[in-house]
C-alpha cells in the first residue's frame, strides 16, 4: 500500500519537474568554447541543450552539439578571425537574428567562452546581450589565458569587462590555477580538465534546480543569485571525508579570490545514500564559515545514487574581486569606458606563470 503511494507520488513529481523544469542551453562560443560544448554534448546532460557557434567552419564541423551556427561568409569567410575580437564582435552582429532564434527560448543561457582569441572573445559578450533581451538569465561561463599565452591576456579582459555589461553574471575560472593544482598536465589536458570542469558546473547547477532535493534549490534562488551581477567563481571538489571537501573547495578555487568580500554564494553538495542531513549541514556550514554573514546565501543539497561515500561540493561565490582583474571589469555601468591604460599596467605586472609553480 505505502510503496504504491510512494511510486504515485514519484510519478507525480517527476511530471511536476518536467512541466516547470526551466528550459536550459549552453552556448559554445568559438574554438575553445565550442570543445567545452562538445564534451557537455557528449556527457548528454539532461535538459540541457547544447549550441556551438564558431567562425572557424573546419573547426565547427567537427564539434558534436544540438545546434550548430557558422559566423561566416559575410564577413569571415570561415577561416576563423585570427585573433581580432573586434571581427568576432562584428560578425556576432551580423547574425544577431540568427543568434536571437536560437536562444529565445531559453530560461537560462550558459555561455562558455575562452577569453583572449576573437571569436570566443568578441562573440560571448553578443550572445549573452541577445539572451538577456529576450529575458533569459545569461550566465558566461568564460576561462581567463595563460599567462604564458601573453597577448591574448589583453583581448581576454576586453572580452571580461563586456561580458560584465551585458551578461547577469560572469563567472570566471583562471586557466593559471590549473598550473597550481594539477602543474604536471600538458596544456591540451589542462584544457580538458577545464572543460570538464563546466561540465560539472552546468551539470551541478542543473541538477540542482531541476531535479528534487534533500534541501532544495530552484530557478528562482538561481536567478537571484545570478541577477546580483558581480563577477563570479566556482569552488569544486570531491571527497569521503566532509571536512577535506570543504578544505579542498576553499584551498582551490579556480579564480584568486577573497571570500571575505564575496557578495553571495550558491553552495550545493551531492552525496550517495549515506549522505545524512547532519552530514550535509556539517559540509555546507563549512563553505558558508568562510563568507561575511552578510553574503546573501542559498544552500541545496541532493542524493545521487550513483555516488556510495563521494560527496561533491560545487559552489558559485558571486561579488568577488580577484585582484588579477582590474577594477572597471567590475564596474556594472554600460556607459562606463574601460580605462584601458590600466589594463596595460596590469598586463605589465602579471607574474611570470612558472614563478607560479615552483613558488
Ligand atoms: N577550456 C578550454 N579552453 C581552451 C581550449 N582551447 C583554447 N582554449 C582557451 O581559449 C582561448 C581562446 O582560444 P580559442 O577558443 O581557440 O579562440 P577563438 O575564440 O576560436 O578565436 P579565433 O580562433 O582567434 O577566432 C585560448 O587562449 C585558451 O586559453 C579548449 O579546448 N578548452
Ligand atoms: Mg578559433
Redesign the pocket.
Known sequence: MLSKLLQEALESERDFEAHLAPKICVVG????????VHRINGVGLEGVDTIAM???KY?LAQVKADKRLLLAERSTGGY??????E??EKVAYEFAGEIEELVKPYDIVFI????????????APVVAELARQHGAVSVALV????DI?KS?FKT?FRGVSKLREHAHSTIMLD?NRLLEIVPKLPV?QA??V??QL?VEVVKGITETICQTSMINLDFADFRNIMIQGGASTVLYAENEDAGKVVMEAITNPLLDIDFEGASGAMIHITGGPSLSLRKAYEVLNGVTEKLSDAAHIKLGARIDPDLCDTIKLMAIVTGVKPPCLPNHAFAPSRDSAPPWNELDDLVETRRDPFARVSE
Open positions: 562560443c568559438g574554438g575553445g568554447g565550442s570543445n567545452s564558431n567562425t572557424d573547426h576563423g578571425t585570427g585573433g581580432n575580437a571581427l568576432g562558455t567562452a575562452g577569453m583572449g582569441g576573437g571569436t570566443g572573445t568578441g562573440t576561462t581567463i589565458p595563460f599565452e591574448r581576454a586557466n591540451e584544457f580538458m577545464m572543460d563546466i
